[in-house]
């Protein structure tokens, strides 16, 4: 939910000592590394932490604890020693956070009570009818702050709208291919506004820089709900490839990899199947556009130089395919034999 432009200041003041203890935890963890070669754990960052609040900081004490977690859960994710340092000011500042846990949050009012402040927001949810629990505020290119927090919401399970088991395949040409015979193509989000971010950058106009941004932000995620929805309305299974995006996006193709947003639709995929009782597994997709799915021979086209293959035909049972149609049957394969796991195993216990 958007949070009214007054309170913009006071969050900014409070993003810049969440940075302050975000270096602080980065600065600890290098030396404790350098001289114990050991990671230092979120716990023990805390003890350090804790007397934070009360020497002059005017953070919520569970606002320093999540910042140490968020720290360290960052550093294994990204196994690295050091982490990049949040910045409060000039061009390169990281966008405004301050992250809170389950109780810091209170709502009165239609406004919410944070760290002894009242704020203000355009309550587009309801938030009156939720349990709050934890969550952040995050401030947008254009400089507007957010409020995010997760909610307790009872779920409904009722059988899934749909009826059928479809695989997908991720891919840069086509956003995604389904074995159904789906092929949406990628929207190029960020090429097609590339000239005017370009002018907008050299005549110096950091505003329409950042409209610019936001505007990308919001085009990507219409699409990718647009098509999670869909998706999840039509299927009873819904089977993903496992495509990695970091070990793609050092290659020439990067910049299509970052903009085509796989993991965020994985992720909506999820949760929208999650509350939707649909079955939901992301698969191994290895070999996925060479073996032939009718006849399952390892005869399609191999390597980098496959890449650019479209169509091809398996040398063994003579079926045409299309590369990504076909990598999507393979994936439906993979997640049929998982889902008869799912459902064979607890069945085989009743009736042991
Ligand atoms: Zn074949």
């Avoid at 006071?10 to 302050?20: I, K, P, T």
């Avoid at 998706?231 to 993903?240: D, G, S």
Wanted: with cysteine; charged share 25%.
């Amino acid at each position: 939910m958007r949070v009214k432009d007054k309170h913009a200041s006071w969050l900014s003041a409070q993003a810049r000592e969440v940075n302050f203890v975000w270096n602080f935890c980065n600065e600890l963890s290098v030396r404790v590394f350098e001289r114990e070669r050991r990671f230092i754990g979120a716990y023990e960052l805390q003890k350090f932490t804790d007397g934070a609040t009360k020497e002059g900081l005017g953070l919520h004490s569970h606002t320093v604890q999540e910042v140490g977690q968020e720290y360290c859960r960052r550093r294994s994710q990204f196994h690295k020693v050091k982490l990049r340092w949040r910045v409060s000011g000039g061009a390169r500042r990281s966008l405004g956070w301050v992250p809170f846990k389950t109780g810091a949050l209170k709502y009165a009012n239609g406004q919410v009570r944070f760290n002894g402040q009242t704020l203000s927001l355009w309550d587009s949810y309801g938030l009156s009818r939720y349990d709050l629990r934890a969550g952040n505020f995050s401030e947008d290119a254009r400089g507007r702050w957010y409020l995010n927090v997760t909610v307790r919401v009872p779920v409904q399970l009722g059988p899934p709208a749909g009826q059928a088991e479809v695989g997908i395949d991720l891919g840069l040409k086509d956003f995604f291919a389904t074995s159904d015979g789906q092929q949406v193509e990628a929207p190029q989000f960020y090429r097609d506004l590339e000239p005017k971010l370009a002018a907008a950058q050299r005549a110096g106009k950091k505003q329409r820089v950042r409209a610019l941004h936001a505007r990308i932000a919001n085009r990507r995620k219409d699409f990718l709900h647009k098509y999670s929805t869909a998706l999840v309305r039509k299927y009873r299974a819904i089977f993903v490839g496992n495509v990695n995006a970091s070990s793609l996006a050092q290659t020439r193709a990067a910049k299509s990899v970052l903009d085509a947003g796989w993991s965020t639709f994985r992720t909506m995929l999820q949760y929208k199947c999650d509350s939707a009782g649909v079955w939901f597994k992301e698969v191994d997709e290895a070999y996925s556009t060479q073996d032939c799915h009718v006849c399952g021979s390892r005869s399609g086209p191999k390597g980098l130089a496959g890449l650019s293959v479209r169509r091809w035909q398996c040398l063994h049972c003579r079926a045409e395919h299309d590369r990504d149609i076909n990598a999507a049957h393979n994936i439906r394969a993979r997640g049929m034999a998982w889902l008869e796991e799912q459902i064979a195993a607890p069945l085989a216990r009743r009736l042991a």
